[in-house]
């Protein structure tokens, strides 16, 4: 019975070394305060995210713009009609959808704060 107490205790006492170091904090990606007019009236809101997305073409798109007109942990749902029929809806964060673009798009354009 000592043995089995000592071996747990021993036990209990090698678990926090066996314990895994938190990852490291990711480099926070860049955001920019949008323009007043960006978030003037819900139509300047939706018009800014669309003016993100459908930048020139082949150009990269200013993902810090489209980063700040989302509030902390806003989504985007896309759907659609795939060929089977029915409906599809699909919900993205922004980072999901920015990391589904083409590769030529990704590049942030702006970095600015304000």
């Known amino acids: 019975m000592r043995i089995l107490m000592f071996g747990l205790a021993l036990a209990a ?3 926090p070394a066996m314990a895994q170091a938190p ?3 990711a480099a926070p990606l860049p ?3 949008p323009p007043a007019a960006d978030v003037a009236t819900p139509e300047a809101a939706v018009q800014a995210i669309y003016a993100v ?3 020139p ?3 990269p798109r200013d993902w810090a713009r489209m980063r700040g ?3 902390p942990g806003g989504m985007l749902m896309a759907t659609g009609s795939p060929k089977t029929g029915g409906v599809r809806t699909r919900v993205l964060t922004v980072e999901d959808y920015v990391a ?5 798009w990704r590049p942030t ?3 600015s704060t304000g």
Request: hydrophobic share 45%; glycine share 12%.
């Open 13 to 15: 006492l090698a678990l």
């Open 23 to 25: 990852a490291p904090a």
């Open 31 to 33: 955001v920019s305060v």
């Open 53 to 55: 997305i459908s930048g």
């Open 57 to 59: 073409a082949g150009q």
């Open 69 to 71: 007109l989302f509030v």
């Open 100 to 104: 589904g673009r083409p590769r030529r």
């Open 109 to 111: 354009t702006s970095t």
